[in-house]
């Protein structure tokens, strides 16, 4: 059975940092992109940022303009995880965050094209 498990969510102050984390077992997905999408009260789920495959280009990553230069996406091929730092967090950042795997090798930043989930955790970030 395949499962994503995200983790590291909290409470921080404006400014803070988190550092985001999504477990993978049942499947290997180094030859898939993975990603992490957000959704906050009220709000369409959107994407955060991507990183693709090992074998596309070395594992490219992507960002949405809200986060570039904020967030940075990584992942441990070998141990089928991915990350999340999360610096400089602002109260708009607040939301439950999801980690994805997709069905392609390169990033899409549209949530149709990624097939397995986690159950997300809690980001509150307070002025």
């Known amino acids: 059975q395949v499962q994503l498990l995200d983790s590291g969510g909290g409470l921080v102050q404006a400014g803070g940092s988190l550092r985001l984390s999504c477990a993978a077992s049942?499947?290997?997905?180094?030859?898939?992109?993975m990603g992490w999408f957000r959704q906050a009260p009220g709000k369409e789920r959107e994407f955060v940022a991507g990183v693709s495959a090992v074998t596309w280009l070395g594992g490219r990553s992507a960002y949405a303009d809200s986060v570039k230069g904020r967030f940075t996406i990584s992942r441990d091929y070998a141990n089928n995880a991915m990350y999340l730092q999360m610096n400089s967090l602002r109260p708009e950042d607040t939301a439950v965050y999801y980690c994805a795997a997709g069905r392609t090798a390169y990033v899409v930043n549209t949530r149709e094209f990624y097939d397995y989930w986690g159950q997300g955790t809690q980001v509150t970030v307070s002025s």
């Open positions: 049942g499947r290997t997905f180094s030859s898939y992109a």
